[in-house]
């Protein structure tokens, strides 16, 4: 059993940056690719970045490419979104998540349904 624990969310004005963190425990996290997700206010929870389990490659959804970058540490078993030029349409909870993956290409799941365990989340509110 995997636990995901979020941290780094908070209020920032548009076009300020912010970093979460997302520190797992239970698993070995290198046989885990990695998702950010994000649900605002009446709306689903959509993709917003992934990263294999050895972190050589990533994958971003449209709305934040160039803007943001999720990255990883295995060794500390963290998954990092740093997330630069803020707007207020990237308001929304983030959750962090793991997707079981021991290929040694990696997987860069972009689904809801690819991931196994979940974090509670962190609110991320862009002030305009």
């Known amino acids: 059993q995997v636990q995901l624990v979020e941290s780094g969310g908070g209020l920032v004005q548009a076009g300020g940056s912010l970093r979460l963190s997302c520190a797992a425990s239970?698993?070995?996290?290198?046989?885990?690719?990695m998702g950010w997700f994000r649900q605002a206010p009446g709306k689903e929870r959509e993709f917003v970045a992934t990263?294999?389990?050895?972190?050589?490659?990533?994958y971003y959804t449209d709305s934040v490419k160039g803007r943001f970058t999720i990255s990883r540490d295995n060794a500390k078993n963290t998954v990092y979104l740093q997330m630069n030029s803020l707007k207020p349409e990237d308001t929304a909870v983030y959750y962090c998540?793991?997707?079981?993956?021991?290929?040694?290409?990696?997987?860069?799941?972009?689904?809801?349904?690819?991931?196994?365990?979940w974090g509670q989340g962190t609110q991320v509110t862009v002030s305009s």
């Open positions: 990263i294999t389990n050895r972190g050589g490659r990533t």
């Open positions: 998540a793991a997707a079981a993956d021991r290929s040694p290409n990696g997987l860069l799941p972009s689904r809801n349904i690819s991931y196994n365990y």
């Open positions: 239970g698993g070995t996290f290198s046989n885990y690719a």
